[in-house]
């Protein structure tokens, strides 16, 4: 019994001692940097757990931010020409004609082949004089939608204006075989003035002469 205490205060003793000498060395060089390890350790945990969250926020909001313009762009463009082109319109209709071909080149920068746009801005241009610039703009709208009426109609006031007959009554002609309400603004149009009293057009508008 006395020998297996001996044995055991014996080993104890030289736990003991070796225990004072690893931690004095540890206590000269190493407490602090045992300190550093631990707040490392802190550090690090925290670092991860920042870069865990932050990749899980990307994940989460990023494809929605990536899909918003594929989505929304092209329907928001088409919602802003039309807008621009209704405002166009009352500048229009107040005679605020500046106002108006100014809304109506912005709706077309939105949307090129808004043919209501470039059939109204056709129109501004014949009442300014830009007979060239009419001319195309009423084209185009016919390239894009050959069964409109009104650039028919429009571009025969236009050649009627410059005095070319011949153009002016072929327009005309389209737009009447388009729909017969053209005969109906033709009679009271002062822009065709040039085609009064030609026989062809007095046929036109009397309802005869269209086959």
């Not at 069964?147 to 009447?176: I, Q």
């Not at 002062?190 to 009397?206: A, H, Q, R, S, Y």
Request: with cysteine.
């Amino acid at each position: 019994m006395s020998y297996i205490h001996e044995a055991l205060k014996k080993a104890q003793k030289e736990r003991d001692g070796r225990y004072q000498e690893y931690s004095g060395l540890l206590f000269a060089r190493g407490e602090k940097t045992r300190f550093f390890t631990g707040r490392a350790l802190w550090w690090s945990s925290i670092l991860l757990i920042f870069i865990l969250l932050a990749f899980g926020s990307y994940s989460w909001f990023h494809p929605k931010e990536r899909q918003t313009p594929a989505t929304t762009t092209e329907p928001e463009s088409a919602i802003n020409a039309k807008s621009l082109y209704d405002r166009a319109r009352i500048f229009h209709k107040s005679d605020r004609l500046q106002d108006a071909r100014r809304l109506y080149q912005k709706t077309l920068r939105l949307d090129p082949g808004y043919v209501d746009a470039l059939n109204n801005l056709g129109v501004i241009y014949i009442h300014e004089k830009e007979y060239s610039t009419a001319q195309s703009s009423l084209e185009k709208a016919i390239r894009l939608k050959p069964r409109y009426v009104d650039p028919y109609y429009n571009l025969a006031c236009l050649y009627a204006l410059k005095g070319e007959v011949g153009e002016s009554l072929a327009h005309l002609k389209k737009a009447v075989l388009l729909d017969q309400s053209a005969r109906d603004w033709a009679r009271r149009d002062t822009d065709l003035e040039n085609l009064w009293g030609v026989p062809e057009f007095e046929e036109m508008i009397g309802g005869g002469g269209m086959e």
